[in-house]
């Protein structure tokens, strides 16, 4: 069965660092693009942008440049989020999602979601 | 404030049809990117109910459906059941931000 399992809950002090890891299971994470969506606490679902599977090449939305950083490491099956500087305002649940293939292309829906890592950043 | 807007909350009786709108504009829905629709319950990830307008994926029952006609997209469920009880999300893609908008969500409740 494939799945996208994520790492645990954090807890970090401001103006420390987060990565978060995204481990595909049961299929290779390429060639899917893989996306990072944040939910702040009782807040909807805001899309922060794209890593290329194959080639590693980031794309962040525009609320998300400076501070995030999307990686890979592909001998492992891992997708990475990693948050710089945090801020009380990162608190939330970050989700890997991947892109759903259908009809020979990327459709920009996400058909596969990781069960999401809480990011509590607190003094 | 989303991108695409959605009600914050709708609600039927079990069996009745309810819908959401997700109204979007020229730089997104009315471009004619495709909208998605998923189903989230509370401390779960979403779950992708409907893509590319009107498609459900396998294991998705067909009391829910999709349409997008102009710059609006909305999603219908038919029978409402009390396990429909969710919150559910538009989104597509907009060329002016260059990627991915979400809708802000609408919480769904079966009276």
């Known amino acids: 069965q494939v799945q996208l399992v994520q790492s645990g809950s954090e807890l970090k002090k401001p103006g420390a660092s987060v990565k978060v890891s995204c481990k595909a299971s049961?299929?290779?994470?390429?060639?899917?693009?893989m996306n990072w969506v944040r939910q702040a606490p009782g807040q909807g679902l805001e899309w922060m942008g794209w890593?290329?599977?194959?080639?590693?090449?980031?794309t962040y939305a525009q609320d998300f440049t400076g501070r995030f950083v999307f990686s890979l490491d592909t001998s492992v099956n891992t997708a990475y989020l990693q948050i710089n500087s945090l801020k009380a305002d990162d608190t939330a649940v970050y989700y890997c999602?991947?892109?759903?293939?259908?009809?020979?292309?990327?459709?920009?829906?996400?058909?596969?979601w990781g069960q999401g890592t809480m990011v509590t950043v607190s003094s | 404030q989303s991108v695409l807007t959605q009600p914050p909350s709708v609600s039927g009786a079990p069996g009745q049809r309810v819908t959401i709108s997700c109204t979007g504009s020229i730089s997104n829905i009315g471009a004619d990117f495709s909208v998605h629709w998923y189903q989230q319950f509370p401390h779960k990830a979403p779950k992708l109910l409907i893509y590319t307008n009107r498609n459900r994926p396998s294991g998705v029952p067909d009391r829910f459906s999709a349409s997008k006609s102009g710059t609006s997209a909305s999603l219908a469920i038919t029978g409402l059941q009390a396990e429909d009880e969710a919150v559910y999300y538009c989104q597509s893609y907009d060329s002016s931000l260059g990627g991915s908008v979400f809708g802000g969500g609408t919480k769904v409740t079966v009276l």
């Open positions: 999602a991947r892109d759903f293939f259908t009809l020979g292309s990327y459709s920009h829906a996400f058909d596969m």
């Open positions: 049961g299929d290779t994470l390429t060639p899917y693009p």
């Open positions: 890593i290329n599977t194959k080639t590693g090449n980031p």
